[in-house]
């Protein structure tokens, strides 16, 4: 486990169903500054900025444009990538470990809830033209699908999966930048309205607005500023294949092989013990035990009936924030936002939903609902 | 020319991990080119991969990049060719900062490697112009800010009018002395094996071409292209492993100015003089027109080449004289856009900064057949985005 790169400051502006007051580049600004307080460092002190978005979502191509003006990282080295915000947070980590920069700034933000109107028709445009998207529909059948096959391969039962949905809207009703709290019952979730078989309305992370600011700092940077620095021990990344008739159904295989990257760096063999907190994004409730195998930390087709080991106060509690159920699914930005959850709860500054002795972090991050792509980050303190 | 501001010089660290460009592949350019973004992501690859003998299971991680996504309609376009790209189950992302993503994805390969996670990435750039009908032009719109300038309905024809009109006006230049940019750089192209508007024309040519935005005239611009380019990025020891003929990356720069392209002079683009000097700081090169053998400063419009070896060769006005003088043709002393260039090579999008990096690989490495300029031991490629905004900036040396 190498100490070389930590996390030195968070900012983030609370997750919300709609956002009409504020312009998108005010909630960047909004969160840069909580962010730079935080860590104690000035825009000056900035070397590089790292940032990602989709065009589609923020309705203009080239969304980068706007960001350094709001973080205060005019004419400095500046790089966008069209991911989740793991990975522009691993492309950071890289930037600092290559030695061409000391302190570097991720910035992440969503507008989706507010901004756009025609949501799945422009998720639509993300499967091919030819083969794919001429099939019309919601895109979210494709979830549907791969839940189906998820259930049936673990032998899951419906209401085991609608305990993880009843667990992350509980724990997000702790949690203050959380937007999607409720307090529901197994019943709830299984009598929801029917949305994509076998997913209903209250399995899906419903969008938000959202923003993330983190700074990372070199080894001497981050020892000089921080008391509390967060150190960055493992980093994953991997696609699957983009044809839905290739995926491995039913399986996570990008996030197997980005967390065996992630946690054979990090010197982790069996992270079921040396994990003590794990952030998955999981637009749909299933997608988080189906994480959760994929990652190790339950053998395959356990994870469902482990639900109650993930609460806060479990064995290993799982978005304690309240994950994408909870805070609301922020497209590019969910990925940060768990990566901000797991610095708040190893800094010990979680509040009401502290998990005791949180040592080591995972966050992992996923590029799309229905893109199977996405990175993996350990944290430890 | 008084600059607005003087803000510091990025700082350099010193360099970990040398990383070579081992093989490059590139599909032709063409106006409309009937196969599909995978199909030309697939043929780039291929060749880049035949080029060195390697197979995509001897590759760690995948850099993606491509423009904006409207171009060819797709959503997360990053991920519609990761099968093509032999990307599947390994890390991958999409770079991209608008127009200078062919180089900006060069240097993501490059942090890649150097922070010694990966000991071989590939790059593969690519774009598709030709769906949007009748031109990809009206998509630039989208790139305004939405409040203040979408409404007036500008596109990159109108801007770099207004860019050009201040690069003129401030160094007192002639369009006569502009055209030979397209001149030179369409001549260059004749002998590019994928060109897609190589030709032999004159200054008068450019003079008498319909006029689109005063001063910018049709043979002033690039045209819009469907190509793909596939680099192949490795560290110092498995580079010398599987080829004789490393060309190394030496130093990368990028950087970003504000978005708000109405309060700075465009006369001079600061944010390339800054990535440059970055990239030159960690290459170890203190006089760029006496170190570097080979510059392929970024062309889409014929003046934005002078304009952009301004910013690269650090000195205001310099290279519209070196062009006059001819020292920036291929013999010339200072050979600019060997290759071609956007203008007669072509101009997809994030491919064509990527055109640029492997035009120095095929020259540092002798590669470059009737292209090769004699003795280029160091070179310069840059490209150049977003809203007047962008530079991404690799220094090559073989």
Known sequence: ????????????????????????????????????????????????LLTNEYDFYAGISIADEYTPDQVGCRLKFDNLVCNDGTIAFINAYMLILSGIADVVVVESHSKVATDVKNYPEVLLFALDPIYNRPLGGHPYYLAGMDMTRYICDAGATREQIAEVVVKNKGNALLNPSAGFGARLTVDDVICSRPAFWPINELDIAPLADYSAVVILA????????????????????????????SWSW?????????????????????????????????????????????????????????????????????????????????????GLQRIVEVVQQLRQQAGRRQVDNAEVGVAVGSDSEIVKCGGVVVLAR | MAQTYTPKLPRVLPRKKRVAVIGAGMTDFRSINPHTTRELVYEATRRAFDSCGLTPADVDAVVGASAPDAFDGIHMKGWNPVDAMGACGKPYIREFVGG??????????????????????????????????????????TIFEPILEWPLGPNLVWIFALEMNRYMHAHNLKKETIALSAVKNKRNALDHPHSQLGMKITVEDVLNSPVLAWPVQRLDISPS????????????????????????????????????????DLAFPYYVYLAAQQAYKMAGISNPLKDLDILEPYDPFDYKELHH?????????????????????RDGKHPSCPSGGLQGVGNPIAAAGAMKVAELYWQLSNQAGKRQVDNAKVGVAQAWGDLMQVATVVVMRS
């Not at chain 1, 997750?15 to 600004?29: A, V």
């Not at chain 2, 192949?232 to 990368?252: H, N, Q, R, Y």
């Not at chain 2, 910013?311 to 920036?328: S, T």
């Open chain 1, 250 to 334: 039913g399986e996570a295989i990008w996030v197997k092989n980005a967390s065996k990257e992630a946690f054979t760096m990090a010197g982790i063999r069996d992270p079921k013990k040396q994990v003590n907190i794990v952030e998955v994004t999981e637009a749909f409730s299933y997608q988080e035990p189906q994480y959760l195998e994929a990652m190790g930390i339950c053998k395959k087709g356990e994870a469902p009936s482990m639900v109650e080991e993930f609460y806060i106060g479990g064995r290993l509690p799982v978005n304690a924030s309240g994950g994408c159920l909870g805070m609301g699914y922020a497209p590019q930005a969910a």
């Open chain 1, 1 to 48: 486990m190498t100490k070389a790169v930590a996390v030195i400051g968070i900012g983030q502006v609370e997750s919300k169903p709609l956002t009409p007051d504020r312009d998108f580049r005010e909630l960047i600004y909004t969160s840069a500054k909580k962010a730079y307080e935080d860590a104690g460092v000035a825009p000056d002190d900035v070397d590089a």
């Open chain 1, 218 to 245: 070199s080894e001497d940077v981050a020892r000089a500023v921080t008391d509390t620095p967060v150190w960055v021990i493992g980093v994953g990344h991997a696609t699957d294949s983009s044809y839905p008739e």
């Open chain 2, 309 to 329: 070896l301004d910013g690269l060769l650090g000195k205001q006005g310099l290279a519209p004289r070196l062009l006059e003088e001819g020292e920036l043709e």
């Open chain 2, 100 to 141: 200078g993503t062919g180089v900006g994805c060069v240097v993501t390969g490059w942090y890649y490697v150097a922070s010694g996670l990966y000991d071989m990435v590939q790059v593969s750039a690519w774009e598709k112009m030709s769906p949007p009908v009748p031109h990809a032009q009206k998509l630039f719109q």
């Open chain 2, 225 to 264: 292209t469907d190509g793909a380019v596939t680099l192949i990025l490795a560290s110092e020891d498995v580079a010398k492993k599987f080829t004789d003929t490393p060309v190394w990356i030496d130093g990368v720069g990028m950087c970003i100015d504000s978005q708000y392209w109405m309060n700075r």
